[in-house]
Each structure stands twice: as C-alpha cells, then as structure tokens.
C-alpha cells in the first residue's frame, strides 16, 4: 500500500494569495490525482498529474488557477492561486497504480478569508 | 460520462445493522470502493471489491455487488456509535480517475 503525506494539513489564507499543497509519496507511482471536496460536498477530480507531461485537467478547472507540479514519480504539488472564498475546500491527492486500490492523502483543509 | 448514487442520510440505532446503498453507470468499473470520512478529517478506506466479485466480508463490514444491477452495498453489523461518519461509495476503472458518491451521512443513535 502507499503512504502519502500532505502539506499543510490546513490553512487560512487571505484572499487573492496563492496556496501550494505538496503531496510525498512512499513509492515511485505513474498516476496521481488531486481532488477537491467543497463544504457539504463529494469529491471532484480537478486533474491528473504524470511525471514528465503536463496534468491533464477536468471541465471547469484550468492550469492558470490550479497550475499543478510533477517533478518526479514521488511528489507533486498543487498551487490554488488568487484565491477567493468559494475556493474554501479539502484539498486531496490520491495515486493509483495500475489495477490497484487508490489512495488517499488526508487531506488539506484550505479556508480564505 | 460516469455517475454514482447513493441516498443522503441513514439514521439506525446503535447494535443494530446499517445497510448504505449505492448505485452506478459505468459498466467498465473494475474496482468498487467505500470510504469513511468523519468530521474534520480525510479519507479512510474502509474496503474495496472487484468487479468479478458478488461479496466480500472484513470483520463488521459486509458488501455486496450485483453487478448486472449494478449496485453496490455496505453493511455495517453491531453499528456503534463510533461508526457515525459520511461514507462514499466510489468506482474506477483503473488508471482512471476515482468517481465518487455523494455521500451517505450515517447517524447512529445511542
């Protein structure tokens, strides 16, 4: 199973300020993912991030406002910037690989203010 | 493109047992999944099923997949109170992404 480890937990942050999530992961993975859980909400996939090309994002989020890293096949991060109130979310990052489970970081928990 | 579904709310007593439903379109879904997320905190996997399974059994949890119906269930036994939480039902099909339910707010009364 693979261990992942978000950066920060939480934060408050004022608006029209960029946030970066980092996401370490225990093991080399092809695949990762970030999701967004907005309040009272499921989870939304906002892109999918692979070592050596750019994320590929869903309908409704652009790199301008979530430019996305992967510098290697252990680590990523997610930059939510020029952020507003409605940006208030759990921020999670998830790999899988293969034919296998996902998992899940714990999450960062993002409040702007 | 790929849709699941699941009722919002279940309320039992606690020892007796919680069934949470879940429903879903994609016929190529080759993992099945229900994850447990309490306030304030992230994800916890609680189990998954493969798509050529009909059940799977983990202690209290018991799920069960009807593949042709496509539905899928959690049956929690003995449900404490410990076990109130939002619980989502997911599916992927494998180097795809996660595409999760709802939610179903579980509330267990003592």
């Known amino acids: 199973s693979a261990v992942i480890s978000q950066k920060p937990s939480r934060d408050i942050c004022q608006r029209g300020t960029s946030l970066t999530i980092q996401c370490q992961v225990d093991s080399q993975v092809t695949m990762m993912f970030w999701y967004r859980q907005q309040p009272g909400q499921s989870l939304t996939l906002i892109a999918t991030?692979?070592?050596?090309?750019?994320?590929?994002?869903e309908s409704g989020f652009v790199i301008d406002k979530f430019p996305i890293s992967r510098p290697n096949l252990t680590f990523s991060t997610l930059t939510v910037s020029n952020m507003s109130p409605e940006d208030s979310s759990i921020y999670l990052c998830?790999?899988?690989?293969?034919?296998?489970?996902?998992?899940f970081g714990q999450g960062t928990r993002l409040t702007v203010v | 493109g790929e849709d699941v579904e699941q009722s919002l709310f279940l309320s039992v007593r606690e020892g007796d047992s919680s069934v949470i439903n879940c429903t879903y379109t994609d016929s190529s879904s080759t993992y099945l999944y229900w994850y447990k997320q309490e306030p304030g905190a992230g994800l916890q996997l609680l189990t998954y099923i493969f798509s050529n399974m009909d059940m799977k059994q983990d202690q209290r949890l018991t799920v069960l997949l009807n593949k042709k119906d496509k539905h899928l269930s959690l049956r929690i036994a003995d449900t404490q109170t410990g076990d109130s939480a939002i619980y989502f039902c997911a599916e992927t099909g494998g180097y795809q992404k996660v595409t999760f339910g709802t939610g179903t707010k579980l509330q267990v009364i003592p």
């Open positions: 991030a692979n070592q050596g090309s750019e994320a590929t994002y």
């Open positions: 998830s790999v899988q690989e293969g034919n296998t489970e996902a998992f």
